[in-house]
């Protein structure tokens, strides 16, 4: 059984490019939840997606970045006109459906503004 | 709201015992999770508590006082591999899954 997985592993961007992670969940597995690592900081939760629903969005910018969960297909966490301050770790983390708490979480996409 | 507190740093020698703390307050209790991340990889689960005791689970032990708003996580027969960072969550109450994070504690294990 794969784990949960994402890509790209590393991504750069330069300033005012748009920026595509994707997180493919474990088989079986349908909440995604998107966190992210500043350096030398704690994880931060972005949202929280089902299949087709945004369940919680609290902790997400309220503008440049989004999030999806289609029907079929990876998760999609966009963020739109970088800057350098969105250079991090993005991790992807996915449960089962009615545990909700024990996540799993994916490798992590490094992203690097320039 | 929640805030969750551990130390930033530690130190140990290959072989000893090391316990890392964690202090939290939040308006309601939904458990408490303890995650190892070496640097550069993804966060790996280690335990999860939700009654008060303490939970053996090989080398690494996690306790829980709901009381006292306090964890520690226990590594006993430290190796060199159990340098990492090691983080203390809870999860969100009154509805949703996210997990709030501490800042994590850094454990360097010495020869």
């Known amino acids: 059984n794969a784990g949960v997985m994402q890509n790209p592993r590393h991504l750069v961007r330069r300033r005012g490019q748009e920026a595509r992670l994707r997180c493919s969940p474990m088989?079986?597995?349908?909440?995604v939840y998107w966190y992210r690592q500043l350096p030398e900081e704690g994880l931060k939760f972005m949202v929280y997606?089902?299949?087709?629903?945004?369940?919680?969005e609290s902790g997400m910018p309220k503008e440049r970045f989004s999030a999806e969960f289609p029907k079929e297909g990876p998760s999609i966490l966009r963020i739109q006109q970088v800057v350098r301050g969105d250079s991090a770790a993005y991790f992807c983390a996915s449960s089962p459906p009615g545990t909700g708490t024990e996540q799993y979480f994916g490798p992590g996409t490094r992203l690097t503004v320039t | 709201g929640q805030n969750i507190d551990q130390p930033t740093e530690m130190t140990a020698t290959e072989g000893a015992i090391v316990q890392i703390n964690c202090t939290y307050q939040?308006?309601?209790?939904?458990?408490l999770f303890w995650y190892q991340q070496h640097a550069g990889e993804a966060p790996t689960f280690l335990s999860y508590n939700v009654l008060d005791g303490l939970e053996e689970k090989g080398r690494f032990s996690s306790f829980l006082s709901r009381s006292k708003g306090y964890s520690y996580l226990l590594l006993k027969e430290l190796q060199m591999k159990d340098s990492a960072s090691y983080l203390c969550?809870?999860?969100?109450?009154?509805?949703?899954?996210?997990?709030?994070f501490g800042t994590g504690t850094q454990l360097k294990v010495e020869l």
């Open positions: 997606l089902q299949k087709e629903n945004i369940i919680d």
């Open positions: 969550a809870v999860p969100t109450t009154g509805g949703g899954n996210k997990l709030t």
């Open positions: 088989k079986g597995h349908s909440h």
């Open positions: 939040t308006s309601g209790f939904n458990g």
